[in-house]
């Protein structure tokens, strides 16, 4: 037996690992791989992305007024000022007198013509603003009775805080025994 081992004879020759070569190379390709998709992500869909959800945001904005708008409106005539009655007055019998009113026509600097457009952040908080003022607030009269200490109650909670510390003592003293 002694025969086979040389001792102090040059080490063997290393063989070329093509496993290894071959892996790297896999994770090599991958993580390139990768980077290409990160790069198609970041530089095209990304952005489309970003574009669908402002326009998304801006028909919703768009709506939320509409609906604002509507809800004021109806608002309006549930809930209608109050006024004083109408009461009726005697007129004069009229008389026709011809008063001739000159008209001069002076240019303003306000376009006429176009309808205004209102900021729909403003009409929106304009809304909310109307809501809270018709609204009554809610107002709380319990606290919920939830969790475990409320069906346990707070005396379970010590008694089973005390069972895993017992526990944990049990196990520890059983891991200490020496093995007989």
Do not use: K, W
């Given at each position: 037996?002694a025969?086979?081992?040389?001792i ?12 290894f070569v ?10 390139v791989?990768?980077m290409?998709?990160l790069?198609?992500?970041a530089?095209i869909?990304?952005?489309?992305q970003?574009q669908?959800a ?10 939320n007024?509409?609906v604002?708008?509507?809800?004021t ?5 549930l ?10 007055t ?8 011809r ?24 009409v ?5 603003a109307?809501?809270?003022a018709l609204?009554?607030s809610?107002?709380v ?14 005396p379970m ?7 895993l510390i ?15």
């Amino acid at each position: 037996m002694a025969e086979d081992f040389e001792i102090g004879g040059p080490p063997p020759e290393e063989s070329s690992n093509r496993t290894f070569v071959m892996a790297a190379a896999g994770i090599g390709g991958l993580l390139v791989l990768s980077m290409i998709c990160l790069a198609v992500y970041a530089l095209i869909l990304a952005p489309r992305q970003r574009q669908a959800a402002v326009n998304r945001a801006t028909e919703i904005a768009l709506e939320n007024t509409q609906v604002a708008q509507a809800i004021t409106q109806t608002a309006g005539a549930l809930f209608p000022s109050a006024t004083s009655p109408a009461t009726h007055t005697a007129t004069p019998s009229p008389t026709a007198t011809r008063t001739p009113t000159p008209v001069v026509v002076v240019p303003s600097a306000t376009p006429t013509g176009t309808a205004a457009t209102l900021d729909p952040a403003a009409v929106t908080a304009a809304f909310l603003a109307t809501q809270r003022a018709l609204t009554p607030s809610p107002t709380v009269t319990a606290l919920p009775t939830t969790g475990f200490a409320d069906e346990g109650g707070f005396p379970m909670l010590i008694a089973l805080g005390a069972v895993l510390i017992l526990v944990a003592i049990v196990a520890r003293g059983m891991r200490m025994r020496p093995a007989s």
